[in-house]
């Protein structure tokens, strides 16, 4: 049952960010809009690319502790660059 709720979790996640991502581009392309571009950037970055990353980590042959050392590492780095990019769309607005 939470296996079933999760996955449908992330998948409604992916859509409602491809609907943020590909608006936030449409405007951008309209017109010179960075906030929106800045927030597509932020949800790309904490979205495919953290999980395309952590998914290089798992397949990975590293030892179990180093594969959760790394994957720390890059939560707490697509995080920082989540927050920099929002920073960045509020410093605009």
Same mark, same amino acid.
């Given at each position: 049952?939470? @296996?079933?709720?999760? @996955?449908?979790?992330?998948?409604?996640?992916?859509?409602? &960010? !491809?609907?943020?991502?590909?608006? !936030?581009?449409?405007? &951008?392309?309209?017109? $010179?809009? $960075? $906030?929106?571009?800045?927030?597509?950037?932020?949800?790309?970055?904490?979205?495919?690319?953290?999980?395309?990353?952590?998914?290089?980590?798992? @397949?990975? @042959?590293?030892?179990?502790?180093? #594969?959760?050392?790394? #994957?720390?590492?890059?939560?707490?780095?697509?995080?920082?660059?989540?927050?920099?990019?929002?920073?960045?769309?509020? *410093? *605009?607005?």
């Amino acid at each position: 049952m939470i @296996k079933t709720l999760n @996955k449908i979790l992330g998948i409604l996640s992916y859509f409602l &960010g !491809a609907a943020v991502v590909l608006e !936030a581009l449409i405007k &951008g392309v309209r017109g $010179p809009s $960075p $906030p929106q571009l800045y927030i597509a950037l932020a949800i790309i970055i904490v979205g495919p690319v953290e999980d395309l990353a952590n998914c290089l980590i798992r @397949k990975s @042959k590293l030892d179990s502790r180093a #594969k959760e050392l790394y #994957k720390e590492l890059v939560n707490q780095l697509t995080s920082l660059a989540f927050l920099i990019l929002l920073g960045l769309v509020v *410093r *605009r607005v």
